[in-house]
């Protein structure tokens, strides 16, 4: 596929004092089953991203966790040394243990070593961005992340991040967070069928803050993904390709980081993503999130 970043779905936003393409691609899939382990195919992986800067995209997030130490790898074989159009968001917070579960690991110490390890696998002196991840595997958790944000305002000082953000956090947290040191993103689960951020994506947007969701098709019931299946089938599209493009027309300041370990899957996300829905598609699909 050969395109740049105006052809893609929902053209650029500003990211800090980056321009990066509101059509992103997350690089959780590139790793094993349930994110362990190696990739399948490991030349697949690469041939998917650079795929991605092919395609025009300039956001891709990742994170060291990712694997663990796997996607960041794949990252830098594939796209090292990067195109200066490129834009590289990674998260701290947590770390995998062998079961494949996500164990905290917020204290300064094990940040600060998360960092240290997403430069060196990335190959990058400074990192774009680092989400500050809170809560847990069952989502936010109420409580200051003064202490643990607080770590990355420091690193941020110290030169080796450019801008900071968080992520799986409460509206309390983002503001307890921009009260410390200014955001350029929020990264929490958001979709047709879980609204409930949409105040904070509203005040957000008023900020020009970035909202970043993900599991675009996560925890649907099954009347819900029948509603969203119906409207796909009048438009000739699938469920995926709506929920992205929904998203996209949704706010001006969300940005898309659909995920995938397939070069076809990717070009269908992207040309999804582009999908027109009208006043009353848009009036339909609103009803599965009330």
């Known amino acids: 596929m050969n395109a740049n970043s105006t052809s893609l779905p929902g053209g650029t936003l500003a990211l800090g004092d980056s321009i990066v393409t509101r059509f992103g ?9 349930w994110v362990m382990g190696p990739p399948a195919d490991h030349d697949g992986a690469l041939a998917v991203l650079r795929e991605v800067v092919e395609a025009g995209i300039t ?6 966790a990712y694997g663990p130490q796997v996607t960041n790898g794949l990252i830098r074989e594939a796209l090292h040394p990067y195109p200066e159009s490129l834009f590289i968001a990674t998260k701290v917070g947590a770390n995998r243990d062998a079961q494949g579960g996500w164990p905290v690991a917020r204290r300064p110490e094990d940040l600060r070593k998360q960092v240290h390890e997403n430069l060196r696998s990335l190959g990058v002196e400074v990192l774009d961005l680092v989400n500050m991840r809170m809560g847990d595997a069952e989502g936010p958790r109420p409580g200051s992340l003064a202490e643990a944000f607080g ?5 941020k000082r110290e030169g080796l991040i450019r801008h900071l ?3 799986n956090v409460t509206s309390e947290q983002v503001a307890e967070a921009q009260g410390i040191a200014r955001i350029v ?3 929490n689960m958001y979709n047709l069928a879980h609204r409930h951020d949409d105040d904070l994506i509203d005040r957000l947007a008023a900020e020009g803050v970035a ?9 649907f019931t099954p009347l819900q993904s029948e509603v969203l299946s119906g409207v796909a089938g009048r438009l000739g599209a699938t469920p995926m390709s709506v929920a992205l493009a929904w998203l996209l027309r949704r706010s001006t300041n969300i940005l898309l980081i ?4 397939s070069v076809t899957h990717l ?6 993503a582009g999908l027109s829905l009208s006043g009353e598609d848009m009036a339909e699909l609103a009803g599965i999130g009330r």
Request: proline share 9%; net charge negative.
């Open 165 to 167: 953000g968080v992520s």
């Open 267 to 272: 070009r269908e996300n992207i040309l999804g």
């Open 25 to 33: 691609y997350g690089a959780m899939q590139l790793a094993g089953p």
């Open 59 to 64: 956001h891709i997030d990742t994170s060291e």
């Open 151 to 155: 770590t990355l305002v420091d690193l």
């Open 258 to 261: 659909p995920g995938t370990s």
């Open 185 to 187: 993103c929020v990264q």
């Open 211 to 219: 909202y970043v969701p993900f599991f675009p098709l996560g925890g």
